[in-house]
């Protein structure tokens, strides 16, 4: 699958690394395409959207809004995968911004309820974290490989349920604070 990963920061450039590992092509998109990289390519923006299958946001919520007026467009039809966190804002994902910007784009939230450090190292004592997604019914597998090939566990919660899946991210900091500022926890689902 073509991935165009926006951002080269923390969540994007690990997230990036891992799905280029899994056999992805992957493109990093930077407002600066002249950094380099210890993994994927790094382009400009529109570089990392040109033929992507689909979009991973990891951008800082900061430039969503301008990222969203300029390549609007270039997101139309795709599926846009939303790991972004809006803290602070009333609502932490981007849905509403992204229906609006680009009306046929395809919604998935994801990646946004765990820190950087479980996408590089996503496996506790030989088990994978799981990671809580939302997306409709039709992009579920494609979501789920992306979810898989970084080494995570899918846990399904439905279509448009990215609300649910942000009411995991305070839970998440409450259990990073509760182990001394380790950012290394997550959580998983037992299933009989």
């Not at 210890?38 to 990392?48: I, N």
């Not at 046929?104 to 030989?126: H, K, S």
Request: charged residues 20%.
């Amino acid at each position: 699958m073509r991935i165009g990963v926006i951002g080269t920061g923390n969540i994007g450039g690990t997230l990036g690394r891992a799905l280029a590992r899994a056999g992805h092509e992957v493109k990093l998109g930077s407002r600066h395409p002249g950094e380099t990289s210890d993994g994927p390519e790094v382009s400009d923006l529109s570089g990392a959207l040109a033929d992507a299958d689909a979009v991973l946001l990891a951008l800082p919520a900061g430039g969503l809004e301008d990222f969203l007026a300029e390549h609007s467009e270039e997101l139309g039809g795709k599926l846009v995968i939303d790991a972004t966190n809006r803290i602070g804002a009333p609502v932490a994902n981007a849905a509403a911004q992204l229906a609006t910007a680009a009306p046929t784009a395809r919604y998935a939230r994801a990646f946004n309820t765990l820190g950087w450090e479980n996408f590089a190292e996503p496996v506790f004592d030989g088990v994978p974290a799981d990671l809580f997604f939302s997306c409709r019914q039709a992009d579920r597998a494609v979501v789920e490989e992306l979810i898989i090939g970084v080494g995570l566990q899918p846990a399904y919660l439905g279509e448009d349920k990215q609300d649910l899946v942000d009411s995991l991210l305070p839970l998440w900091f409450a259990l990073v604070q509760a182990n001394g500022g380790n950012r290394h926890v997550a959580l998983r689902v037992l299933r009989k």
